[in-house]
């Protein structure tokens, strides 16, 4: 299984709403990410997780909020989001953050839109 | 910082044509790795370069890790209309954090 999969493919949220975003892979990957993506920029990275605990926080406001319940799953936890938090939200994993081999697999997305 | 330059910023051509982009740092990178992201979906990673001077096909594509091993070079040759979508070169950050850094990318059109 070569595959980073996330739910839900789309979301529409209010800015009181609490929402979940989910991740999974089963590559036996011990590091996860989770990226954010404005159209027709590149992904900026949010967090990275690393043999489950939470190695780098770019500075992300507090109303994201990452959880690693084990190796293969992530989530990202959404409360009180602001208009300007739309975007595709991207998860990724690769063999691991000291690995020599860089390679990270994207996860198809979630379109989260924020009213 | 680390920046990576890539270019042209977008192309469009005919179905059939060869296409060639590029990515240029000021640093050093030991990693060159090229995505493609087609619209509304995650990037998908099509080659990745670890050894200088390095020249990989994945099918149609070709990417080379230049020798000063501050460039990259994407080819595709013969293209046709589902080569269209954005892609992105990137290259791992320093202090071996897992961080990578992205090129800004070529948003590719192929007119059938």
């Known amino acids: 299984d070569t595959e980073v999969t996330q739910t839900p493919k789309h979301l529409v949220m209010g800015m009181t709403n609490k929402k979940s975003l989910k991740c999974e892979q089963h590559?036996?990957?011990?590091?996860m990410y989770w990226y954010k993506q404005k159209a027709k920029k590149p992904p900026e990275l949010m967090f990275v997780?690393?043999?489950?605990?939470?190695?780098i926080n770019e500075s992300v406001p507090s109303r994201f909020s990452p959880e690693c319940p084990n190796s293969s799953l992530l989530n990202l936890h959404l409360h009180a989001l602001q208009p300007e938090d739309s975007a595709l939200y991207l998860c990724?994993?690769?063999?691991?953050?000291?690995?020599?081999?860089?390679?990270?697999?994207f996860g198809p997305g979630t379109r989260l839109t924020v009213l | 910082g680390q920046q990576l330059n890539q270019s042209p910023q977008s192309m469009f051509i005919q179905e059939g044509e060869d296409v060639s982009m590029n990515c240029t740092s000021s640093?050093?990178?030991?990693?060159w790795l090229w995505y493609k992201q087609d619209p509304g979906e995650g990037p998908v990673l099509l080659i990745a370069l670890y050894k200088a001077g390095e020249l990989t096909s994945n099918g149609r594509l070709t990417a080379q890790f230049g020798i000063t091993r501050k460039d990259s070079f994407l080819n595709i040759s013969a293209s046709i209309p589902s080569d269209v979508g954005i892609y992105f070169c990137a290259g791992p950050g320093s202090g071996n954090t897992g961080k990578l850094i992205f090129g800004q990318g070529t948003t590719l059109q192929v007119k059938p």
């Open positions: 997780y690393s043999y489950e605990k939470l190695s």
């Open positions: 990724a994993s690769s063999q691991g953050r000291y690995s020599s081999y860089n390679e990270q697999f």
């Open positions: 590559m036996g990957h011990r590091a």
């Open positions: 640093s050093i990178f030991n990693t």
